[in-house]
């Protein structure tokens, strides 16, 4: 496969998965692989959504730790839509991972209502005008909520949803109750919230959540995640998901 001059291919060191990325664009970090994780005991032979798919690494993973039937990976910005068709390719998964390049607020022109198992969504974490605003256009969309906000994915994720469909985000902790509010609004009831720590002590910046479309109230706290040990080194866990141990 030729690549651009401004293309890499980097080794996931797990189960022979490999990506493309753009040096100048928005590269894949942790989050995502860390959802990944977390939505790896979705039922078998699921039909999944995974909203603003990038370069595909959710996508990607979830067809290796998962027995999935298909995933449609929604992505707005063409050219890396583009490239996320050919990580699609370089991994021979073109029988199980779609995308379809499209703003999420016109996917129902492509697809069908209440027909899917699962949501899985890496959304941009701030609010539009807010923080520091990268230059690069890919990565303004990629962080914040220029094209689509927390409300306009919780609300067509509904839609996209099965009854009892599960929905898995992994967010920014401080809009925690943002997340809580508009999920419960939009009937998806949360089930599971794993705070993720820096370190031991540290306070826990990212938060992944499992939610279901029309259930019933009840509300586990999963155990905490830990990043990195004192020493600046992976813990454990993080190797695991890792698949380095």
Do not use: W
């Not at 809009?175 to 419960?184: A, F, Q, Y």
């Not at 009831?189 to 959540?209: A, C």
Request: net charge neutral; glycine share 4%.
């Amino acid at each position: 496969m030729k690549l651009k001059e401004d293309e890499r291919i980097d080794d996931l060191e797990y189960k022979g998965l490999k990506i493309i990325q753009n040096r100048e664009g928005f590269c894949f970090g942790t989050d995502s692989v860390l959802l990944s994780d977390y939505a790896k005991n979705i039922k078998q032979k699921a039909n999944v959504i995974d909203i603003g798919t990038g370069t595909g690494i959710i996508g990607l993973l979830l067809c290796k730790k998962t027995n999935l039937n298909k995933i449609y990976g929604i992505e707005i910005q063409e050219d890396v839509a583009n490239l996320a068709r050919k990580n699609i390719e370089l991994n021979n998964l073109t029988n199980r991972f779609e995308i379809i390049n499209e703003n999420i607020k016109n996917i129902f022109k492509i697809l069908e209502t209440n027909k899917f198992d699962v949501v899985v969504t890496n959304p941009p974490y701030k609010k539009a005008e807010t923080g520091i605003v990268n230059k690069e256009e890919t990565q303004i969309i990629s962080r914040h909520e220029v094209e689509c906000t927390l409300e306009d994915i919780i609300k067509i994720s509904y839609r996209l949803m099965k009854d009892c469909g599960e929905f898995y985000m992994i967010h920014r902790a401080e809009r925690l109750v943002d997340i809580m509010h508009l999920l419960r609004e939009n009937k998806i009831e949360p089930k599971n919230i794993r705070f993720v720590h820096p370190k031991q002590n540290e306070k826990p910046n990212l938060i992944l959540i499992r939610a279901v479309r029309n259930a019933k109230e009840f509300l586990k706290i999963d155990k905490p995640l830990i990043i990195y040990k004192d020493n600046g080194e992976y813990t454990d866990e993080i190797l695991e998901i890792y698949g380095r141990k």
